[in-house]
């Protein structure tokens, strides 16, 4: 059988919906880790990790499964998911390639402002810093108030804005490289799809068409 035969894309389209599968639980096992140790308190963030992996984990089924059994019906509707999911998540990539300092600085100011006060106190302790930015004085005073990181008790911490933009343009370069090369996956599944819906099973009965 040649590589672009229905077995061949069978076999391609089941590979790459197993994969996605792992992915999904990677994700949902790692926020799980991440709660468990109280490594980020937030139950919105745990949520939205869960969320994501939970949903890349039924689309991942219902691709193997339409796969499988050549089901037209769930084949339409996951190559119309998938492809959705490929623009936002290329977009998404290119976004995060594209964002200079100014736009990172403004981007941690909204998040700071979202998150738990207790899950500031944990990023605090882990990266030994007080507060966001000094620019903002009336929330900086009452972060640093409450700040239990170690370094307070010398009188010298610095920023946790500050420790973070160090990291940021590595972080968002290779969190945008990684997206952007998994989105092109995405589209790969989308064209194996279609490709493979248009097939036709040689062991199946020729008037079948679900």
């Not at 998911?81 to 976004?95: A, D, E, N, W």
């Not at 006060?117 to 507060?131: A, W």
């Not at 090369?181 to 790969?188: A, C, D, M």
Request: positive net charge; proline residues 1%; glycine residues 10%.
């Amino acid at each position: 059988m040649v590589c672009g035969g229905f077995t061949c894309s069978k076999n391609a389209l089941c590979s790459l919906n197993v994969v996605y599968m792992l992915v999904g639980l990677l994700l949902i096992g790692v926020a799980a880790w991440g709660k468990g140790f109280g490594l980020v308190s937030s139950i919105h963030i745990i949520g939205g990790v869960i969320a994501v992996g939970f949903f890349l984990l039924l689309i991942a089924i219902v691709g193997l499964i339409g796969a499988i059994h050549h089901h037209q019906v769930m084949l339409f509707f996951y190559m119309v998911i998938l492809f959705i999911v490929f623009l936002f998540q290329f977009g998404v990539s290119c976004s995060c390639l594209a964002m200079n300092r100014g736009q990172q600085e403004a981007l941690l100011s909204s998040a700071w402002n979202l998150i738990e006060s207790k899950t500031r106190m944990d990023l605090e302790t882990q990266l030994n810093c007080c507060g966001l930015f000094k620019n903002s004085s009336s929330s900086f005073d009452m972060d640093y108030t409450s700040c239990p990181a170690l370094c307070k008790t010398d009188n010298n911490c610095v920023t946790c804005g500050v420790k973070m933009l160090n990291h940021a343009t590595e972080a968002l370069k290779i969190l945008g490289g990684v997206g952007l090369f998994f989105s092109f996956t995405e589209i790969l599944g989308v064209w194996l799809a279609v490709r493979y819906r248009n097939q036709k099973d040689p062991r199946a009965n020729p008037s079948a068409f679900l």
